[in-house]
């Protein structure tokens, strides 16, 4: 694999493996292994997937969060929900080395179909570590740092703006300001390496080492890049860091996308 995160043919590697699970979460994952299977039985389960810091091998002890995919062999009922977040709260309350556990969920026929190639498709096969059942990734293909990837992975970014700005309304506690500010700055900064991603020609999904990157091209920005960085790996209660980023430097990055990569709504 290259310094760029791609394979020798160019095409993106896989970020995550099993083996760089930092020792103190490894027992996090085992805990996570044993709950999915218990609530959700083969019948129900395609297969399990880990992604984020725990299976690059960056994780911090107290500081990162546990981050799981479940592709279910049917879409995902309320039933199924209610038993994700059984596990998210069991691991959250049972592992202080964690800090939150988020499960999502879709069905393995979506995440193979052709709408969600450059999505869905694109996280599994790039972005998550088997961790149960038959891995989604050998029926995808091989992805490259183009700017279909980019406009198709990140760029609804218009979209989302109103939702956070009613979220951020209604955020009155610090909890729910830090759990949004995590949302927002991990899909900013996902956002603006997206952006920069084909003239740079490879692929991360390190919140630092994309924030860095971004400050290579636009170097007006990249401290507000860093907040957001900084945002999505330690959650701020801070409401005026959630509105630097969702009044400021979310609506300049969301034109800057529709500039460069095309807007994700006018896809056919």
Not at 109 to 138: M, N
Request: charge should be neutral.
């Amino acid at each position: 694999m290259s310094g760029r995160g791609l394979e020798s043919d160019g095409t993106i590697a896989r970020e995550g493996s099993s083996s760089r699970v930092p020792d103190a979460f490894v027992p996090v994952v085992d805990a996570a292994r044993a709950q999915i299977t218990e609530k959700f039985p083969g019948d129900r389960l395609h297969s399990a997937y880990l992604y984020g810091s725990i299976p690059r091998g960056t994780a911090v002890p107290g500081v990162s969060d546990l981050d799981l995919l479940l592709a279910l062999r049917d879409e995902p009922t309320k039933a199924d929900r209610i038993g994700a977040g059984t596990i998210e709260a069991a691991l959250d309350r049972s592992f202080p080395q964690i800090n939150g556990v988020g499960i999502l969920m879709s069905s393995a026929h979506t995440l193979l179909s052709e709408r969600e190639r450059h999505d869905g498709g694109f996280f599994v096969a790039c972005l998550c570590t088997p961790l149960l059942g038959s891995d989604l990734g050998e029926h995808l293909p091989r992805y490259r740092p183009t700017s279909l990837l980019a406009r198709e992975t990140n760029g609804d970014l218009p979209r989302v703006l109103p939702r956070w700005r009613a979220r951020a309304a209604e955020a009155v506690t610090d909890a729910g300001r830090r759990g949004l500010s995590r949302i927002v700055g991990r899909k900013i900064v996902r956002s603006g390496f997206t952006l920069i991603m084909p003239r740079w020609g490879g692929w991360t999904s390190d919140l630092g080492e994309s924030a860095e990157l971004f400050g290579r091209y636009y170097p007006e920005r990249c401290e507000q890049m860093r907040l957001a960085a900084a945002a999505g790996r330690a959650p701020s209660a801070d409401p005026e860091v959630l509105s630097l980023l969702i009044d400021h430097l979310g609506p300049w990055l969301a034109a800057e996308y529709t500039a460069v990569h095309g807007d994700k709504a006018s896809r056919p």
